[in-house]
Every structure is written in structure tokens, then in C-alpha cells.
């Protein structure tokens, strides 16, 4: 999921990071300006913090994925998920992690996931990631072979930690957990009930707008411009600009005033 993306003095943020390996590897490896593991379980945040407190440009903190990702606008060059769709049960909880993606990503950041799509309605909450206006997709694969390969492969060092370190109630458990051969989870991929993709969708807003902005103006002076309908909204809104001024500088204008939102509510 990381490939040919730049992550060298790039400043990144890994929601649902888990246990923290993923993280270290990726400073190790990569050396960005600032890696922040983000993660809702206070016991994992601790683990991280344990074992991985001392490593320069990486650091850890609680929270929400559901809520509100705690950083300013436009401050992360990347955002990645690995693993968590599973953590949004409704399409509404999705729009907000995007919006809040959209809000922490520079102009043309990345969003970068990977996860295990159910293929029975559920995976309208995957397609709503890669089809919403926000992110042009760059790359959308399935990689469900290479993860059931990846299973069999380790299937003998998995099923031995399990004997080894797991009380008997608890190892079935782990054996779906960890993926093993003869689990739902894995039978489930190899018949084709689910599926896991990697996905590298980019957020380019200003390229939207400069597509988008000469097809906006055909529709605005042939349907809008000048009807009574847009001044009464206009001025039920107290904006002292018409509103097709605001085409003019989308990125600043969207994000400021939220205009559009509201037009919507009217109509």
C-alpha cells in the first residue's frame, strides 16, 4: 500500500495503529518528518509507548476514529489506514472519517488503506471510499490471493504460537484472529464472500475545481443565474456575495464559509 509514495520528510498519520510495528518499520525505513500512530485502545497506546518512546519523528496518542482526528487543517502529508473499515458500521460514520481525512490532508495528500471487504451490501462502506468526490483513486486492487497466500505461509509458525502462549478457551479465538486455514474469515476469502484491497486515492481538490469550474458556470448562467429562488436563499443566509462568486476560489471559499452545505439544506 505504500508503494510509489513519497513518505521521506513527509509528515504521516496512521489511524488504527495498533501494537506499533507497522509504525517503527515505516520510520526505520522511510525516515518522513513525523509519523503519529493514532489508536481508539488506551492498552495498545501504552504497549506503543513502552516499546517504541525513544525512536525520533514517532509518537502515539489515543482517540476516536469516529469522532474527529485531533490535528489542524491540512497537516498531514499522508493518512493511513490498515485494517480499520471494520470500525464503521454505518455509511454515516464513513462520511465523517472522510471529511475529517479531507480536513487534515495538504492539497494533493494521500490516503492510503488497505482492509477486508464483506461482499454482501457491506462493502458500501468501501465503495463510499472510493467513489466519494474527494479523492481522485489511483489504485484500487484485490489482493485477496495474496493474503490467503501470505495465511498459508504462515499458517505452521501462527497455529504454534497459538499452542504455545494461548490458554485452551481463548485459542479459537486467535486461530480466527489470526486467519488460519479452516477459520470464517479465511474461508470466507478463499470462496469469495470477502475481499481485501489496497487502495491509493489521492485528494486533489484545486484539480476538481479547474475541471469542474467551466461546466459549474455553464449551469449556473443557464439554471440559476438571476432567478428569485437564489436570491431568496442568498439573502436568508445574510451572504453579501452572490453565490456564484463563490466558484471563484473554491478552496478557500468552500473551506471557509461551507456554503454549499447550506444551499442544500434549502432545496
Not at 203 to 232: A, D, T
Amino acid at each position: 500500500v505504500l508503494a510509489n509514495v513519497t513518505l521521506t520528510d513527509q509528515s504521516i498519520l496512521e489511524v488504527g495503529c495498533g501494537r506499533g510495528a507497522g509504525a517503527t518499520w515505516c520510520v526505520r525505513t522511510y525516515a518522513p518528518r513525523s509519523y503519529v500512530g493514532m489508536d481508539p485502545s488506551q492498552d495498545v497506546i501504552n504497549l506503543c509507548e513502552k516499546y517504541y518512546s525513544t525512536i525520533p519523528q514517532l509518537s502515539f496518542m489515543i482517540a476516536d476514529l469516529k469522532t474527529h482526528l485531533p490535528f489542524q487543517n491540512e497537516s498531514m502529508n499522508v493518512v493511513l489506514s490498515i485494517e480499520t473499515i471494520n470500525l464503521f458500521d454505518e455509511i454515516e460514520a464513513v462520511k465523517k472519517f472522510v471529511n475529517e481525512i479531507t480536513r487534515v490532508l495538504t492539497p494533493n495528500g494521500y490516503f492510503l488503506w488497505c482492509g477486508l471487504c464483506d461482499v454482501d451490501g457491506s462493502s458500501v462502506l468501501v465503495d463510499y471510499l472510493t467513489a466519494n468526490n474527494a479523492f481522485i483513486i489511483k489504485e484500487k486492487v484485490n489482493i485477496t490471493r495474496n493474503v490467503l497466500h501470505a495465511l498459508d505461509i504462515q499458517r505452521n509458525s501462527r497455529t504454534d504460537f497459538i499452542e504455545r502462549y494461548i490458554q485452551p478457551a481463548d485459542r479459537e479465538y486467535y486461530r480466527l484472529f489470526a486467519g488460519l486455514p479452516g477459520t470464517q474469515l479465511y474461508n470466507n476469502m478463499q470462496q469469495g464472500h470477502a475481499e481485501y484491497y489496497r487502495v491509493k486515492s489521492n485528494f486533489k481538490l484545486y484539480e476538481h475545481y479547474v475541471l469542474n469550474k467551466p461546466q459549474s458556470e455553464r449551469i449556473w448562467e443557464q439554471f440559476c443565474s438571476g432567478r428569485p429562488f437564489f436570491l431568496k436563499i442568498r439573502q436568508s443566509l445574510d451572504h453579501r456575495l452572490p453565490l456564484d462568486s463563490y466558484l471563484l476560489k473554491p478552496i478557500q471559499r468552500i473551506t471557509q464559509y461551507q456554503l454549499l452545505p447550506k444551499v442544500k439544506s434549502h432545496m
